[in-house]
C-alpha cells in the first residue's frame, strides 16, 4: 500500500478573511489571481472573482440582480453568455487545480471605479487585488484614474493590492476590522463548515489508514508481498530499485512533493495516464474518485533516477544520454510486470480503504444511534420522575382541596339554616305586606266595581233591546245604574286580545281625568264589563254622515270640536311619567255628549312610549302595528315605529274630513290638488253654506301638514296646530248668533224622547270599535 501523503489540511487554519479579485479580458486577471492564490488564499478558501460589464448610460440592463449595485450571482448567466464563459473559464481552471473554492458575481454599471468601491463597501471584503497592464491601467478601462480612485476611494476596512507582471505594484492597507455582511457572513459559514468536516475527515482517515495496512500485511494464509514489505521501509523504495539500467545505477521512486487530493465524487485523477501507456497497451489504467466527503490525499510526484516527476505527466527514462544507451529491451518486460503488480495491490489497497471507511461510518452511525438511545433513555427518566413529582404535588393540591371543601361544606349548611330561617320570616312579612296592600288597594280604588249581578240587573240580563251598539270589543248595552244613564261595554269571550285591552283601558280612564276623555264610572273585572258615561249625541262620524237623518253640524261646532280634540289628545301625549299614545284615533272614537262636547273614547290599544323618544325623535320600536288602515300613520305601519306624531297623522285625517264629510280614503291628496287648483270651496261639506272660507283653507292647509307622510315633515302639536286650532275657537264662540237649539233637542233637556232614543241607538254603535 501507499504510504500516508502528507495531508494539506492539516496545516489549514479557520478562514476569517474575504478576498476578492477583480478580473478582465486581458491576461493581467490571470495573473492577479495566481498572485492571490499564491500569497493571500490557502487550499479550500473561497475567493470572490468580479467582474464589470459596462452599459451605457441611462440604458437598462436586460438583468436584475440582488446586488445593491446591480450585481448578480454569474453561474446560470455565465452558461449562457458566450463571452463571460471564455472569460472564467481559465480563472476557474486556476482555482480548481490550487483547490481554491470560487464565487462569481457580474456587475452592470457604467462606472467601474464605483461599481468596485460599492461591492467592496457593500458586502465587507477585506482584500481587493487588483492587476495591471503593461501600461499600468487596470483591465485597459477607459478611465485612466481607475487604480488611484480605488486606491483613495475604497473603504478604510478593505486592503488593497494592484498587482503587475506578478509583483505589487501599488497597496493601501485597511485601518479598522470589517462589518458584517449577508454574503461574508455565508462564504465565512461555509469555510468554517468545510473547515471543521476536514478536521474530522483526516482523524478518521488516519484511524482507517492503521487499520488497513494492519489487516493487509496480517492475514492468515498470505506472505507479506515485497511491496507490502517495502511500504515500511522509510525511504519508500519501489521495485524499480531491484532493476539497473546498462549504467549500473537503479531507478530510485521518492515520495513525491505534491499530491493530488481527491476532493468530490465529481472529480477523478487517472493515476499514471502516461506511464502505464508507455508501457501497456491493455486495459486502462483504475481511476480514483472521491467517496463521501473523504479526500484521498496521495500518490504524490515521484523522482525517477534523480529527478522529480509528476504522476501526471509521462514519466521519462530517456531523461540522460546514459539512460537512452543503457535502458535494454529486456528490462521493459520486467517493467511492465512490475507496473501490473503495483496496480493490483493499488487496487486492493483502495478496497481495503474503502471497506474502513465504511466500517469507520458505520461504527460511526451506530455510537450515534447508542448516543441517542442514552438521550431518549434519559430524557424519559426524567419525564417519568417530573410526572411523579407532579402526581405527588397534585394529590397533595387535592388533599387540601378536600379539607377546604369540607370546611366549606360546613360553613354552607350553617349559612344555609340562617338563610332558611330569614326565607320564613321573610315569607310571613311578604304574606302580611300583601294582604295589607291589597286592602290597601281595595280602599284606594279610583273606580267602583260593580257586581255581575248589579250589572246583569240594569240591561235586564243583556237584552237585546238594550243594546246600542257593537265592535270589535263586544256589544254595547245602555242601562242605568245608581239612576244614571251608563254605558256598559261587554267584553266578548272570543275577541282577540280582547284583556289585554280590557285591562290597558281600566288602567288608563281611572288614572286620567280631562273634560274632553269619556268618564269611566265603573267596570266589572271578573266578566270584563267597562261602565262609561251615556254620550247622547253618539259619534262624530255619525253626525258627519248624518246617520239616522240627523242635522248637519255647524261649522261653529265643527271648528269647536276639532279644538277640543286637538286639546285631548295634547293630554295624552303629555302625561306623566311617561306619554301616550292613542294608536286608534278616529271619528268613531270621539264621542259627543248632549252638549256637543267631544270627548275621545276607546283607549284599549293606547301605549306609553319613554320619555326621552317622545321628546326627542319621537320614534319607538313596536312589535306589530294597531289601528284602522286610513288612519294609521304610514312608517308606523312599515316599520314598527311608534310615536306622538303617529297620531298627529290620524289629527290630520280627522280634521278634513270634519271640513268635507268624505271618506277617509285619499282624501289628503283630493284636498291638496283642489287648493292647487283653486276648487277648495268644492271640497267643503255643502251641507253648511257659510264655511269662512279663508278659515276653512286655513284648517285645511295645517290638516294636510299633518298628514304628512314623513313624520319629520309633521308640525309639532302644542307649538304649531294648537295655537291655530284656538283661534279657530275663537271665531266660532265669537260667531253664534243663533243658538243650536234651532237645530236640535236642548242642551238642557233632561229627559230622553222616543225618538231621541231611536237615534241614539243607531249613533253610538262606535263605542266599541
Known amino acids: 500500500m501507499w504510504p500516508p501523503p502528507s495531508n494539506s489540511a492539516d496545516k489549514m487554519v479557520p478562514v476569517t478573511r474575504l478576498v476578492a479579485v477583480a478580473i478582465d479580458k486581458d491576461r493581467g486577471s490571470q495573473i492577479a489571481l495566481k498572485w492571490a492564490t499564491d500569497n493571500l488564499l490557502i487550499k479550500g478558501q473561497t475567493v470572490i472573482l ?41 480563472l476557474r481552471v486556476l482555482c480548481t487545480r490550487k483547490d481554491i473554492q470560487r464565487h462569481e458575481v457580474v456587475l452592470d454599471e457604467t462606472d467601474v471605479t464605483k461599481a468596485l468601491i460599492d461591492f467592496t463597501r457593500a458586502n465587507a471584503i477585506d482584500m481587493l487585488v487588483l492587476g495591471a497592464t503593461n501600461k499600468g491601467n487596470i483591465f485597459r478601462f477607459k478611465a485612466k484614474d481607475v487604480p488611484a480612485s480605488i486606491l483613495k476611494n475604497a473603504p478604510d476596512f478593505c486592503t488593497v493590492y494592484v498587482i503587475h507582471k506578478g509583483k505589487i505594484s501599488t497597496t493601501r492597507a485597511a485601518s479598522r476590522p470589517p462589518p458584517s455582511s449577508q454574503l461574508r457572513n455565508q462564504i465565512l459559514l461555509q469555510a468554517s463548515i468545510k473547515y471543521n468536516n476536514t478536521v474530522e475527515q483526516n482523524s478518521l482517515q488516519s484511524t482507517t489508514s492503521t487499520r488497513s495496512s494492519f489487516s493487509a500485511n496480517s492475514r492468515p494464509g498470505s506472505e507479506p508481498s515485497p511491496r507490502s514489505s517495502r511500504l515500511s521501509d522509510a525511504a519508500f523504495k519501489s521495485p524499480f530499485t531491484s532493476r539497473r539500467g546498462p ?11 505534491t499530491d493530488i487530493s481527491f476532493v468530490s465524487s465529481r472529480r477523478s485523477v487517472d493515476v499514471f495516464p502516461t506511464f502505464a501507456d508507455s508501457f501497456d497497451s491493455g486495459p486502462t489504467p483504475p481511476r480514483l474518485s472521491g467517496i463521501s466527503d473523504l479526500d484521498y490525499q496521495g500518490f504524490d510526484s515521484w ?28 528490462n521493459m518486460d520486467d517493467v511492465e510486470t512490475e507496473m501490473r ?37 434519559q430524557r424519559r427518566l426524567e419525564e417519568a420522575r417530573i410526572t411523579e413529582e407532579t402526581a405527588l404535588a397534585l394529590a397533595e393540591k387535592e388533599k387540601a382541596k378536600s379539607k377546604a371543601a369540607l370546611e366549606h361544606a360546613e360553613a354552607a349548611q350553617r349559612i344555609a339554616e340562617l338563610e332558611s330561617q330569614k326565607r320564613i320570616t321573610a315569607e310571613m312579612k311578604a304574606l302580611k305586606e300583601t294582604e295589607e296592600k291589597g286592602r290597601a288597594i281595595q280602599a284606594d280604588c279610583r273606580y267602583r266595581k260593580y257586581t255581575i249581578e248589579e250589572i246583569e240587573l240594569s240591561t235586564e240580563y243583556f237584552a237585546q233591546s238594550r243594546k246600542i ?51 269611566l264610572l265603573g267596570a266589572c273585572p271578573e266578566y270584563g264589563c267597562l261602565v262609561y258615561e251615556y254620550m247622547s249625541n253618539g259619534s262624530l262620524e255619525d253626525r258627519l254622515y248624518q246617520h239616522g237623518k240627523t242635522p248637519p253640524l255647524s261649522w261653529q261646532h265643527r271648528f269647536r270640536i276639532v279644538a277640543e280634540i286637538g286639546t285631548s289628545l295634547l293630554f295624552l301625549h303629555q302625561t306623566k311619567p311617561e306619554p301616550l299614545v292613542h294608536r286608534d284615533l278616529k271619528p268613531a272614537n270621539i264621542l259627543l255628549d248632549r252638549n256637543f262636547v267631544s270627548k ?5 290599544l293606547a301605549r306609553l312610549v319613554p320619555p326621552s323618544v317622545a321628546d326627542t325623535v319621537t320614534q319607538y320600536r313596536m312589535t306589530s302595528t294597531a289601528g284602522t288602515f ?14 306622538v306624531k303617529s297620531d298627529i297623522y290620524s289629527l290630520g285625517i280627522i280634521f278634513l274630513q270634519v271640513l268635507t264629510a268624505k271618506p277617509a280614503m285619499g282624501l289628503s291628496h283630493h284636498v291638496a290638488r283642489a287648493i292647487v287648483q283653486g276648487t277648495f270651496a268644492d271640497m267643503l261639506d255643502p251641507s253648511v253654506p257659510d264655511w269662512p272660507y279663508e278659515e276653512a283653507l ?8 299633518c298628514a304628512e307622510l314623513r313624520r319629520k315633515d309633521r308640525p309639532d302639536l302644542g307649538k304649531d296646530v294648537l295655537p291655530e286650532l284656538n283661534k279657530l275657537r275663537d271665531l266660532a264662540e265669537d260667531s253664534y248668533s243663533v243658538p243650536y237649539s234651532r237645530h236640535s233637542p236642548s242642551p238642557s233637556q233632561v229627559s230622553i224622547s222616543k225618538e231621541d232614543l231611536s237615534y241614539n241607538t243607531s249613533s253610538t254603535s262606535s263605542m266599541g270599535r
Open 247 to 257: 549504467n549500473g545505477r537503479a531507478y530510485d521512486i521518492s515520495p513525491p512533493d
Open 698 to 705: 286655513s284648517l285645511a292647509k295645517i290638516s294636510l301638514r
Open 600 to 604: 275621545i273614547s276607546d283607549v284599549g
Open 341 to 377: 503488480r503495483l496496480k493490483q495491490e493499488l487496487k486492493q489497497t483502495m478496497d481495503m480503504y474503502s471497506t474502513a471507511c465504511k466500517e469507520a461510518l458505520t461504527a460511526r452511525e451506530k455510537a450515534k444511534e447508542l448516543q441517542r438511545w442514552k438521550l431518549e433513555e
Open 469 to 519: 251598539g257593537e265592535g270589535g270589543y263586544g256589544p254595547v248595552y245602555k242601562c242605568n245604574l245608581d239612576h244614571t244613564p251608563c254605558a256598559v261595554k261587554v267584553l266578548r269571550p272570543d275577541a282577540t286580545h280582547g284583556r289585554s285591552q280590557f285591562n290597558q283601558e281600566v288602567e288608563i280612564l281611572s288614572c286620567i281625568r280631562h273634560p274632553n276623555m269619556v268618564l
Open 50 to 90: 468580479v467582474h464589470v460589464r459596462l452599459k451605457q448610460s441611462g440604458s437598462g440592463s436586460p438583468m436584475s440582480s440582488p446586488w445593491p449595485n446591480h450585481a448578480s450571482e454569474a453561474g446560470d448567466e455565465i452558461g449562457d453568455d458566450p463571452q463571460l464563459k471564455e472569460l472564467f473559464l481559465p
Open 630 to 643: 286610513c288612519y294609521i300613520d304610514p312608517e308606523y305601519q312599515q316599520t314598527g315605529m311608534l310615536g
Open 303 to 330: 523522482n525517477l533516477g534523480r529527478k522529480s516527476v509528476d504522476v501526471l505527466s509521462p514519466i521519462d527514462f530517456t531523461a540522460s544520454p546514459e539512460n537512452d544507451k543503457g535502458f535494454a529491451p529486456q
